[in-house]
C-alpha cells in the first residue's frame, strides 16, 4: 500500500493518549489541598486542550486572579508527573495503527501542549521505536495552536508540509492543522464529539485508528 502521506504528525491526549483520568486527579489533588472546590471530569475534558496552565487556569476560582493559582499550578505539576501512568493508556488500536505506518516507512511525530518532560516521558513509555519525535511545550517554543511545535517537528524529522497530515481530537488541533498549512483528520473517540469539532471547522474524521491507514 503506498499512503497519501510521508509524514503523520499527532496530538497526544485524547488521540493517542486516554490520559483524562490521571488529569482530573491530578487537577482535583492541587484544588483540594489549596482548599478550592474540585471539578468534574466533564467539567476537565472541556478544559484540556490548551496545555496543563490553561487547564488549571480555567478549573482555579478567578484563574490567574487567584491568590494561590501558582501553587495550584506547581501542585498539579508536581502531582501529574509523579502519576500521569496510573491510568494513562492508548486507545484501543493505537498500537497496530502505529505499527503499520511503521512498517510501510511513514514518519510519525507528536507534538502537545503537555509539558515537554511529560510528552517525551510518556513517548517513550507507550510509543518507543514507533515515534520518530515528540515535542511538548517549552519556553522557547509557542504552544499550539500556533504552528512552532508542528514546524520544529517537520525540521527534525526533514519533510516539508506537502508530505504532512495533522491528527487531533480538538478544536485546538483543527486550528493547528490550519495554522501549518496542511491538512486535518479529527478522530471521534477523543475529548469532543463530532458535533463540537464540525462546529469548529473539522471535515475529515476517522472512528477508529485503523482508519487512518486505511482511509489515508
Known amino acids: ?3 497519501k502521506y510521508s509524514t503523520y504528525i499527532f496530538d497526544l491526549d485524547g488521540t493517542l493518549l486516554d490520559s483524562l483520568t490521571d488529569l482530573h486527579l491530578s487537577c482535583n489533588y492541587a484544588l483540594k489541598t489549596c482548599g478550592m472546590p474540585e471539578r468534574t471530569y466533564d467539567e476537565v475534558r472541556m478544559f484540556v486542550g490548551n496545555g496543563v496552565k490553561k487547564l488549571m487556569e480555567r478549573a482555579v476560582p478567578d484563574g490567574l486572579e487567584n491568590p494561590r493559582f501558582e501553587e495550584a499550578y506547581s501542585l498539579f505539576r508536581q502531582y501529574y508527573l509523579q502519576h500521569n501512568l496510573d ?19 511513514c514518519k510519525v511525530a507528536i507534538v502537545s501542549n503537555k509539558f515537554y518532560k511529560a510528552t517525551q516521558d510518556l513517548a517513550l513509555h507507550f510509543f518507543d521505536g514507533l515515534i520518530d519525535v515528540a515535542i511538548g511545550e517549552r519556553e522557547d517554543i509557542r504552544k499550539k495552536p500556533a504552528p512552532d511545535t508542528v514546524v520544529e517537528a517537520m525540521r527534525q524529522i526533514g519533510v516539508d508540509r506537502e508530505e504532512c497530515v495533522y491528527i487531533g481530537d480538538s478544536d485546538v488541533d483543527i486550528e493547528t492543522a490550519q495554522n501549518s498549512g496542511m491538512p486535518c ?12 469539532l464540525t462546529a469548529h471547522g473539522a471535515t475529515d474524521f476517522v472512528s477508529t485508528p485503523s482508519d487512518i491507514t486505511t482511509l489515508f
Open 185 to 196: 483528520i479529527s478522530v471521534l473517540w477523543g475529548f469532543r464529539d463530532k458535533d463540537f
Open 1 to 3: 500500500m503506498i499512503y
Open 87 to 105: 491510568h494513562t493508556h492508548p486507545y484501543p488500536g493505537i498500537m497496530d495503527m502505529l505499527r503499520t505506518l511503521k512498517a510501510h516507512h
